[in-house]
Structure formats: C-alpha cells, structure tokens
C-alpha cells in the first residue's frame, strides 16, 4: 500500500528525527558507558568527587532551609545541597566510586528498554517508506513498543524510589528529614496503551490488506 505524498513526507521527518534521537541516545549511552567505567580511575588520579543526584520529599517543618545539610561519612558525601526546580532533588559530590556505581547502574535496564523501543520504531517506519505498510510484522512492532512503554511505566517509578531509597539509606545526612519522591508514571502507562490500540488497528489493517490482496 503507498502513501499519497503528504503522508511519505510525514513519514519521512518522524523517521529522521528518531533516527536522530536513537543514535543520540545510543551515543550518549556509549559515553556515559565509558565515562563510568573510567571514573574509578579519574578518582584515584585527580581526586575529582563525582555528582550524584536523587529526587527527594522534604519533611514539613524538618528545617531543611535553615540548617546546612551535613553527612558524617565526607568521602561518600559532601556538599549536599537541595535543589528546588524543577523537582527536589538532593544533590552532592562522592569519592567512593562502589556508592557511585550502585546509584546509577539501576538506570541500565530503563536505557536498554528505551533503546529497544526505538529500534522497533524505526524499523517500523523504514518498513512504511518502503510502501510495506500494512504487515503482522509492522503490528507485532507496534505491539512490543507498547508493551515496553508500559513496562517502563511501572518499572521506572519504582526503581527510581528503590535508588532513593538505597541513595538515602547511605548518605547519612544531618539538617534535614528526607525522604523518596514519589512520581508517577501514568502519562507513561497512557502512552504505552495507545500503541496497543494502535496495533490493534494495525492488525484490521492487515487483515483488510489481505483480504484486497485475495480479491484482486
């Protein structure tokens, strides 16, 4: 089935800019990638302390405004400050690499899965410029995509209060009574079943293209 030209020029701009994004995305992944494996040395050599950060709850009425922030443990933590916009978030410097790697490990699945929802996308639209369109291929595609986005939708949030949790847990802070943020992940979930009803539609599609198919 072929787009009209209006459609193939939509198609076109949405699969160069996720073409843009995903190679974007694997890149920076990459760098990071190496950026961690070296930081323990980084570390060792130059005695730079590397930045963590955590969206946090603050107690009302814990004096957090008033009172610096202060951790007995210097070497994992110091100079803890709280950063209002956009979201709280906690934020401080480590020199224990060990601590470091625990709070940003947690992100490798949510990146793989990101990655792996791409992908899928972007075959999808390659499949549709090429005037492959309406296949069980494409559907399944569509179909995996949402699974992901809302798996994403649930694991995410929690992971994300889990590392807190552990971030909090280890940083042994004074002047302040902080706790795990919550955030929620419906806008995520919503998404994740718009693909699904998507590749149900796709699905009709399918069948109806077959059906044209056996009739011509």
Do not use: C
């Not at 209006?6 to 198609?11: S, V």
């Amino acid at each position: 089935m072929a787009l009209d030209l209006a459609g193939r020029r939509a198609t076109r701009v949405a699969k160069i800019a996720l073409d843009l994004m995903w190679w974007a995305g694997l890149a920076l992944s990459g760098i990071a990638t190496l950026l961690f494996l070296l930081s323990p040395l980084v570390i060792r050599d130059s005695g730079f302390r590397l930045g963590v950060g955590v969206p946090v709850s603050v107690a009302a009425g814990s004096g957090s405004t008033v009172r610096p922030l202060t951790s007995a443990d210097t070497m994992r933590v110091s100079q803890p400050v709280l950063e209002a916009e956009p979201r709280t978030r906690l934020e401080f410097h480590t020199r224990d690499w060990g601590f470091f790697a625990l709070a940003h490990v947690i992100y490798l699945p949510l990146i793989a899965a990101a990655l792996a929802a791409g992908l899928l996308l972007r075959r999808m639209l390659a499949d549709v410029l090429s005037a492959d369109v309406f296949t069980a291929r494409n559907a399944a595609r569509l179909w995996r995509v949402g699974w992901l986005v809302i798996l994403l939708s649930i694991a995410a949030p929690a992971l994300e209060r889990w590392r807190a949790s552990l971030i909090l847990g280890r940083t042994r802070l004074s002047g302040a009574s902080l706790s795990p943020s919550d955030w929620d992940g419906s806008g995520l979930w919503f998404m994740g079943v718009l693909f699904l009803v998507l590749a149900s539609a796709w699905r009709y599609g399918v069948e109806l293209q077959q059906d044209r198919d056996l009739t011509v």
